[in-house]
């Protein structure tokens, strides 16, 4: 079966649609044959070819009202409030937005029998420091930060329901993602137009290192993993390349493609609190599902996205 049949004629709903992975999933699935439904507090819609509602999803009321209307076959829930600040004013909301909406698509679903599958947004922030080990789905997570503990405690109530209740949902946890729409003050998209700009680069000296993943390899991956069909409820998925490399070394990698001229000054900036210096996560269980071994070439992806920035 292909993604084609997998969404043929199938109602799908996107929370945070606007957002930089919510268009770029809008846009691969406008190639299928299947209604896309976007929610988010803009009130502008950003994409094309889709039916949107203006929501706030923490208006459980208004929230019900719009998902019984729709009847989506599968949700993606990507609405988020995504910073890795160590800032401890933003944890109600953050309770409010990332914990407490799951409970209520929870009660609003529980028993529709039109509900597929429930797609909850993990991140791989959330496993903290392993000290080089690979993060694995089955760790203790060490959160950080209260976007990492938050979705930590969203991640463990979807287990919950998937386990207990055989509520059909699961949770993917991305690499760090880069690509089309991602905010100008990410760290790839600063660091591509001051490049491009040939400006001096202040940095750290860059020897943290990260799971980089291009959003469309993610979401490509994304879909597999749906249209495998073979997941088990309440579990978590790991979706990155398998592959760290460190911040300078993915700089320099950057430089080269643009043929920058960029003075780039490590050292000049301190690491952040808490900073995880080894960041590594392991695809085994995706690739055990998918029966295939993943192998992204890094240089490609970026490339790939270079040719349309």
């Keep these: 079966m292909d993604k084609q049949n997998s969404f043929n004629n199938k109602k799908i709903l996107i929370t945070g649609s606007n957002g930089f992975v919510g268009r770029n999933l809008v846009e691969k699935l406008s190639e299928y044959n299947c ?12 994409n094309q070819g889709i039916n949107y509602y203006k929501c706030d999803i923490t208006d459980a009321s208004k929230l019900k009202e719009i998902v019984l209307d729709i009847k989506p076959n599968y949700i993606f ?17 953050m309770i409010d937005l990332h914990l407490k909406t799951l409970y209520d698509f929870y009660e609003i679903l529980k028993g529709k029998e039109f509900l597929d599958l429930f797609i909850n947004f993990g991140s791989t922030e959330e496993y903290g420091d392993y000290s080089g080990e690979a ?53 790839v998209q600063y660091v591509i137009s001051e ?61 080269e493609i643009l043929n920058s001229t960029s003075e780039i000054k490590f050292g000049t900036l301190k690491y ?38």
């Design 77 to 93: 829930n990507l609405a988020a409030i995504v910073t890795a600040a160590r800032d401890y004013s933003l944890t109600e909301k």
């Design 135 to 187: 993060f694995k789905e089955d760790f203790f997570e060490k959160s950080n930060s209260p976007y990492a503990a938050t979705k930590t405690a969203a991640v463990h109530l979807a287990y919950m329901f998937g386990h207990n209740e055989q509520f059909p949902i699961i949770t993917v946890r991305p690499g760090v993602l880069f690509g089309k729409y991602q905010d100008d003050n990410k760290f």
């Design 195 to 255: 490049l491009k700009k040939d400006n001096t680069l202040e940095m750290t000296a860059g020897e943290q290192t990260r799971d980089f993943i291009y959003v469309l390899t993610f979401i490509d991956l994304l879909l597999d993993l749906i249209e495998s069909n073979n997941y088990n409820y309440g579990e978590i998925y790991n979706i990155a390349s398998g592959k760290s490399l460190s911040l300078k070394e993915f700089v320099l990698i950057l430089k």
């Design 35 to 46: 209604e896309i439904y976007g929610l988010g507090v803009e009130t502008i819609n950003k």
């Design 272 to 309: 952040r609190e808490n900073e995880i210096m080894q960041f590594n996560v392991s695809i085994d269980k995706l690739e055990n599902i998918l029966n295939k071994e993943i192998d992204i070439s890094l240089k490609e992806d970026i490339k790939k996205y270079l040719n349309i920035f």
